[in-house]
């Protein structure tokens, strides 16, 4: 069983919390912005409150502080930095959780973030890291925040990080299980795959799927056959926990309700 998530609250317009709200309907789990890239206190309590009433896995979203890039560059800054402002960031959520009654269950860090925690994480058994400077500074970072306020504001005790299918999250989870925190690995819906497991660059032509039917099949072929077809046509062995749905890209609603509908079909879909 496999569940599917989404990345919410990034937009503020009328269209985008009425997206978030559609998005609910169908999805088993929610990742929130939490005030780095995008997200405020209204728009932390507003999903909080969706995932309690629709029994939804809530989780946070946090990234380097950076609204200004939507958090899709990587900041130099240093890892104790980072550290207070991925903790202010899930303390955020955390106090908005608590006033509508749900609970924390996992994170799942955005954009620049996101790869830049799976590639230190890889630096920490390089025998030149120590050449490279604050090699592992971004993972540590995350993982310390993350360990700081477990069992605190609406946390679950033990919190799950969410890492990225494939041997890109390989480093990432064995820090996250010398840490005593659980992990879940994600792969993607919308996004096409490089050998090696990377996402195709959104530079280059085919690197987000648009097409819902498409979608869905990745969805199947990851959550049932775990396996990914790359774009050079190869595969990739890929086990994966949750199923990612992008809400800001095009055609989100529809292929989340496509991918969903296959899921149900192959009855795999997490209730």
């Known amino acids: 069983m496999i569940d599917l998530n989404c990345d919410l609250g990034e937009d503020p317009s009328a269209a985008g919390v009425a997206l978030d709200a559609a998005l609910c309907e169908v999805v088993t789990s929610i990742n929130v912005a939490c005030d780095g890239h995008a997200g405020d206190a209204m728009s932390m309590s507003r999903l909080a409150r969706a995932a309690r009433e ?10 380097f502080p950076d609204r200004a890039g939507f958090g899709r560059t990587e900041l130099a800054i240093d890892s104790d930095t980072l550290e207070d402002s991925l903790r202010t960031q899930l303390l955020a959520l955390g106090t908005a959780a ?26 920490t058994n390089d025998a030149h890291a120590d050449s490279q400077g ?10 310390r925040a993350i360990t700081s306020i477990a069992g605190c504001a609406s946390f ?27 992990v879940s690995r994600e792969a993607f819906t919308d996004r096409a795959y490089e050998p090696g497991g990377t996402l195709r660059a959104r530079s280059l032509p085919g690197a987000l799927i648009d ?21 050079d046509g190869s595969s990739l062995a890929m086990h994966a926990d949750t199923l990612c749905v992008h809400s800001d890209s095009p055609h989100a609603l529809e292929i989340a309700r496509a991918v969903r509908a296959a899921l149900e079909k192959a009855d795999m879909i997490r209730a």
């Open 54 to 63: 629709r029994g939804l896995a809530l989780g946070a979203h946090p990234s």
């Open 211 to 231: 097409d819902a039917d498409r979608a869905a099949a990745q969805a199947v072929e990851i959550a049932l056959h775990e396996r990914v077809t790359l774009a």
């Open 98 to 123: 608590s006033r509508e009654g749900a609970t924390i269950s996992h994170i799942k860090a955005h954009g620049a973030l996101y790869h830049a925690t799976m590639r230190d994480a890889a630096h």
């Open 156 to 182: 679950a005790a033990s919190p799950r990080v969410v890492v990225q299918a494939g041997p890109l999250g390989d480093a990432l989870e064995a820090c996250c299980i010398a840490s005593n925190l659980e």
């Open 134 to 143: 604050d090699a592992q500074g971004n993972a540590r970072a995350l993982l």
